[in-house]
């Protein structure tokens, strides 16, 4: 049987993989009612052998991790203030996106 949970979740329990006993080497994982796998998350899997008499064996544990890979949306109402030429203010309303961590601002002189 195989089993997945999310790695460091207050789950303690492992959401049961494999409905039926497997006879093959191998199960696929399409992820939490087929709908695939959040991303930036690490899931943890257990699985364990069962003999023809119901012995279980020892677990097994294997990990793996979704890189998180969409990137946050831009930011939106971007304005440039001129100050007397002697600086410029930017002013911008932060994305929806909550997982934000920085900017970077770039200027380009044109005529």
């Known amino acids: 049987m195989v ?3 999310e790695k460091d979740s ?3 329990t492992y959401a049961q993989v494999s409905t039926e006993p497997l006879l093959s080497l191998e199960v696929v994982d399409l992820g939490i009612a087929d ?3 959040e991303e930036g998350t ?3 899997y257990a699985a364990y052998a069962i003999d023809r008499f119901r012995n279980i064996s020892d677990t097994v544990h294997a990990q793996a ?3 998180k890979v969409t990137p946050p949306d831009p930011p939106s109402g971007v304005n440039a203030l001129n100050d007397n030429a002697r600086r410029i ?3 911008w ?9 920085t900017y970077q ?3 380009k002189k044109s005529r």
């Open 3 to 5: 089993y997945r949970r």
């Open 10 to 12: 207050d789950v303690a």
């Open 35 to 37: 709908a695939g796998f």
């Open 42 to 44: 690490t899931y943890q």
């Open 65 to 67: 991790h979704i890189p």
């Open 89 to 91: 203010n930017l002013y």
């Open 93 to 101: 309303n932060a994305p929806l996106s909550l997982d934000v961590h």
């Open 105 to 107: 601002v770039f200027r």
